[in-house]
Each structure stands twice: as structure tokens, then as C-alpha cells.
């Protein structure tokens, strides 16, 4: 057991006494919320296009925007807030409000996207596709942190921090994209995203009124508060249930793809091979992990041995290994397509850079060859020149200021012992040009 002096100090840490509005208060507030006409439908509908923008346009910015002024919060936070009290005619309510709300919102981004000139699936349309079990802990513990910021007196920006981290609006958005594309995949797992984040919520906001304990609804007939708490919580049941269901799936799908992921690179991932892409996909009743290698081509004797070392989770499922350029591809039990667009590409770039590369060494040798003609012509040019001391050639750019052009010369610089003759001058300069196969040579002399 915690000592005397820390249970004090956690208990006087997490106590809610001194900033906690009452009780009343703070039910009023949620009930408050859950209203959706008037002004709040019209500041839904305008949320809804601003985040279709933002969807459109692929503007993180803009959806946070649309997020924070949406009021979807306040009907799910009633329909938490019924549950948890036992207030039947506050759920029906909350839930008819969430319900129109809900409708609203995916007409009017359905509209949006059948008139956009967008339709491009972009990544922040995508990502309210495929939810993961991270949006149901986001979802539960933002609900948390809702109800508790209700229930305080400074409420502070808990709650617009709580609609933008849970992501309310761009699921209905994504679902209305959808629906205007004739795309029910993207539809149903948007829906799904929203799905999962409204009951969590909800479902935090319930136990959270009980574990504050909010004072339930009273009944006068008896019976009439018997009927109405089994209806409580039957939908209770009837709500947590299939989202139990849903976040078990997501955890399975989870632990098999990360076990099989872990499997591919501790099989495929060596000193002679490496993996260039991987996935794993359930269809059709069976799982199926593809994998695509380059490196040295695995037999396809070594392939069956690995299907059959295949981990718990994911024995039995259908492995798929790509491999090589141009050579034969082993599916277990079926053949699959090769690589050969990568390697045609992959051809392609090395044949551009083997043209550079051999431009690169043209010119290189062209300077190396001035290095060596200078080594050669150099002693020729003593004996037959006695005053030239040293002789070095080269090749540059040489600038016209007047005219702005430039164009090559070959430049020789001359090092002499004794001045040479104007006449021997002039001979040895003809000598240089035609010893070197350069008309016009110009000459430095030091």
C-alpha cells in the first residue's frame, strides 16, 4: 500500500472539488448542446463546406478550421450524458439531433464534391478511409477529456482540442465524396471513422457521468424507471458490443500485419537481399502477404520451406514473393507477374548515366592529352630553341569584353633564359602551332 503522505498528495492532485461546476450546471450546458436547428444547422452546413475545401484542396489547416467550428459534439455528448443518468427522452433527442446532423453533413459534401472540378482522392481524404484501433483510443479518451472539461469551471479550449483530435467533420466530408464518386468503399469506412468516434465518445461521456456521479433521472411510476433502465441499457449493450467487435478486428488485423511484416524482413531483409515493397491484405476469407525482393533469386525450394515457417497468426496465408529482373517469380502454388518494368526503368537511368559519364571522361582526356603534349613537345623545343627554358600547353575560355562572346584558346606559357630574336620568334611560334595541330596559339612568355 501507497504511504499516508502520497495517498494525500494524489488525492489532493486529482481533486476536482475546487474547479468542478455543479452538477446542474454542467447538464444544462450538454443539453444546451445537443440542439440542432436554427443557427447550429447553419453553422454545421458551412463547417461541412469549408472542410470539403480543405479535403479538395489537401489543407490540414483548413480542416482544422472546419473542425473547430462544427457543433457535432454536442449531440453526442447528450446522447453519453442520457445514458449515463438514465434520461431516455435526452437520448431520443440527442439522437434524432445527431441523426439530422449526420444527414446534413453528408448531403451537403455530396453536393460540394458532384460540383468540384476536384475529384482526385487526396492523402487527407484518404486517411478517413481505413480507421485503426488508434481512432477508437482517440475517440475514448477524448470523450473523457470532454466530459471532465464540461464538468470544470474554466472549460478553457478542452473541447475544440477534443473536435479536432477525435475528427468528426472529415469522415461525414470523406463519406459525401463517396457517395458523389459512386465509391462505397470510401463511403462505408468514413462512415465507419465516424461510427466508431461518436459512440466512443458517447460511451466516455456515460462513464464519466456515473463515475462523477451525475444524479440520475427519477421516475415516479416505478415500473416506468425499470423499463426505461433496461432500455438503457440495452442500448448500451447494443452500442458498446459491436464496437467491442469492431476495435478486437482492428486489433487482430494489427497483430497479424506486424507479425507478418516482422517475419518478411527477418526472412527477406539480408546481405543478399532486400525488400522494395511489402504488403498484407485479407480477402476473400484468406490472408495474402506479398513481397517484393531484389538481390540474389531465392530457389524455389527455399520459397515452400519459408511458406511452411510462416509464424501462427499467419499460417496458411497465400504467400506471394516477387523477385528479380526478367527471371521467373515464385507464388506458392501460382506464378506471379515480374519486375521487369522496374528493371526496364531502372536500365533506362544507367544508360543516361553512362552517357554522362562517358561525356565526362571526353573532356577530362582532352586536357590530360595538353598535360602530355607539353611533357613531349617541351625537350623537342630546347634543342631546337636553346633560349626556351620550360613550356607548359593548355586549354581555356577566352571572354571579348567589347563583344561579350567567348570562344576556345590554347594558350602556350613560355619560360625563357635569354630573350629570343624577333625572326626566331616568329619560327618558333609557327613550330609550336604545327607541332601541337593548333592554328591559333597564343603564347605567354615570362
Known sequence: MLPGTVRAFLRNAFDQKDDRESVQVTMDAIREGTEFKGSSLWILI??????SLGLDVNSA????????????????MGVGLGLGIYDFELIK???????????????????YFLVSPLNDARSELLARTSPTIYDVLIALFGGAAGIVAVSTKQKGNVLP??????????PLCTAGFGLANGNMHYFLGAFYLFFINSVFIAFATTIGTKLMKFPKKQFIDPQRQVTVERIVYAILFA???PSVIITYNMIRDNYITTTAYNFLNDEFNTSRNQIINKSVKYEKGLWTISVSIIGREIPQDSIKAIQERLPRPIAGARLIISQ??????FDVGNENQTLQQIYADNMMRIEKQRDVIDSLKSEIAYFVAYDTLAKV???????????????AITRTLFSDIESGTTKDATVAIVKYERRMPAATYDTFKKWLEARTGVAELQIIGE
Open 377 to 391: 613537345v617541351a625537350p623537342e623545343a630546347k634543342i631546337l630553341f636553346p633560349q626556351v627554358a620550360g613550356l
Open 93 to 111: 433527442k440527442s439522437v434524432k439531433n445527431l441523426a439530422v446532423a449526420t444527414l446534413f453533413s453528408v448531403l451537403t459534401s455530396m453536393v
Open 324 to 329: 528479380g529482373f526478367g527471371q521467373e517469380e
Open 46 to 51: 458551412f463547417a461541412v463546406f469549408i472542410a
Open 239 to 241: 452500442t458498446v458490443v
Open 161 to 170: 482540442g477534443v473536435a479536432i483530435a477525435t475528427a468528426l467533420m472529415p
Open 61 to 76: 489547416a483548413v480542416i482544422i478550421g472546419a473542425m473547430l467550428i462544427s457543433p457535432l459534439m454536442g449531440p453526442i
